[in-house]
């Protein structure tokens, strides 16, 4: 396999322990996929999951760029004078965070430049389930998430977390602001939940959630990020976020389906799957945010 040829220290160090791969396996598996994970990345707001010892260790999340950083490193600032934040434009980057034990690589909906900066560029659906182990739940409700999209002339494209949940992207056309996007999403998860009251639910208690699975319509805003596709997980198993097919959920697909060493030979195979959807993007979002009702439509978002 290639080597990574950013600079590796402590490579023999575990990180995931039930497969026993080492740091060095995480950053070959960085260099292999590297192009992939980046288009997710770039131009992106970014929070990092820092496993400095390994996933079993301490972790904390990262959004600043660290105070002995090269200062080639890329970086962009929100405000003049505040600490610059954690950008990823190229794998060289991306294994540099490697090394320093960033395992999840999360990133924002929403561009940070050019001419539609902070317009998200897909819709998106966070489906949690209650009970972690109770994939099957969340596979139930994603099918007939797809139906309803389809019913509005939407495609979109589900995604395991590399957890227990799934994601579904709608690729938009042409990027939309949050104003627009966010109520359509906080509509159909509204719509979802009552139609199928036993499967799917928008309350955030999750002592009143039960079993059923939570669709997270507040996570489609301008101050989350999502774990990219591509990115491992900073669990035992070193799983992987797996964008899937829609046959292959049918066919009962999970995210243990898609452990680190399984990912790249599927790249090779499939193409990003993400990249491919974005080419058949959605063009009817506007259309249908204005035919929500009125209370829906006055969803207060938070400026990006």
């Not at 900073?234 to 799983?239: C, G, T």
């Not at 046959?247 to 680190?260: I, K, N, T, Y």
């Not at 009702?293 to 969803?299: A, L, N």
Request: charged share 25%; proline share 10%; with cysteine.
């Amino acid at each position: 396999m290639k080597r990574p040829a950013a600079k590796l220290t402590h490579g023999d160090k575990v990180y995931f322990p039930a497969p026993g791969l080492s740091k060095r396996d995480y950053l070959t598996y960085l260099a292999q996929i590297g192009e992939h994970l980046v288009r997710h990345l770039r131009n992106r707001p970014i929070t990092l999951v820092r496993c400095p010892g390994g996933v079993m260790g301490r972790r904390f999340y990262q959004r600043h760029l660290p105070p002995h950083a090269p200062t080639s490193l890329p970086r962009r600032f929100r405000e003049e004078g505040e600490r610059p934040l954690i950008s990823i434009s190229d794998v060289d980057t991306l294994l540099y965070y490697g090394n320093l034990g960033a395992v999840e690589f999360h990133a924002g909906l929403h561009l940070l430049e050019g001419p539609q900066a902070g317009c998200p560029t897909a819709l998106t659906f966070d489906l949690d389930p209650s009970d972690p182990g109770d994939f099957e739940r969340v596979r139930e409700l994603a099918l007939r998430l797809r139906d309803v999209l389809r019913g509005l002339e939407l495609d979109g494209l589900p995604k395991t977390t590399g957890a227990s949940g799934l994601q579904v992207f709608v690729p938009l056309a042409h990027p939309l602001p949050y104003a627009v996007t966010r109520p359509v999403v906080s509509f159909i998860a509204a719509y979802c939940a009552s139609r199928w009251p036993n499967l799917a639910t928008t309350e955030r208690l999750v002592r009143h959630r039960g079993r059923r699975v939570y669709v997270d319509a507040p996570q489609h805003g301008p101050t989350r990020t999502l774990i990219a596709a591509y990115s491992a997980r900073a669990v035992e198993n070193a799983l992987v976020s797996v964008p899937v097919t829609w046959s292959e959920l049918e066919a009962g697909v999970r995210p243990d389906h898609f452990p680190l060493h399984a990912v790249p030979d599927r790249l090779a195979r499939m193409g990003d799957l993400m990249a491919i959807a974005a080419r058949h993007p959605s063009s009817r979002v506007q259309a249908i945010h204005d035919t929500l009702p009125p209370r829906w439509r006055q969803t207060r978002v938070r400026p990006v």
